[in-house]
Nanobody
Framework: QVRLVESGGGLVQAGGSLRLSCAAS????????AAWFRQAPGAGRELVAA????????YYADSVKDRFTISRDNAKNMVYLQMNSLKPEDTAVYFC?????????????????WGQGTQVTVSS
């Protein structure tokens, strides 16, 4: 059972940057695909970015392409989301997720492991 803990959220002005981190409790995480989802008030959970176990392939939602970067450090059991040029519409709770097979999956129900979420608020 892998536990995930997110950190790095906060309040930032539009145009600013934040770096989210996700720490996994177990080294088996190194063989897992990982992703960042977000959920705004009254909205469903949206896939933001995903990465394969090796980091060799990534996926980004169109809304964050060229602004966000997902990466991982398997030696530290960590996944990161660098968020630049933030917009008010990026305001949401951001969740780290993982699944035990390597390929990227786009559907939240395909991810078995979830963190508790971290709030990101972007002011205009």
């Amino acid at each position: 059972q892998v536990r995930l803990v997110e950190s790095g959220g906060g309040l930032v002005q539009a145009g600013g940057s934040l770096r989210l981190s996700c720490a996994a409790s177990d080294r088996t995480f190194r063989s897992y695909a990982a992703a960042w989802f977000r959920q705004a008030p009254g909205a469903g959970r949206e896939l933001v970015a995903a990465i394969t176990w090796s980091g060799g392939s990534t996926y980004y939602a169109d809304s964050v392409k060229d602004r966000f970067t997902i990466s991982r450090d398997n030696a530290k059991n960590m996944v990161y989301l660098q968020m630049n040029s933030l917009k008010p519409e990026d305001t949401a709770v951001y969740f780290c997720a993982a699944r035990s097979s390597g390929p990227i999956h786009l559907v939240s129900s395909d991810y078995a492991y979830w963190g508790q979420g971290t709030q990101v608020t972007v002011s205009s």
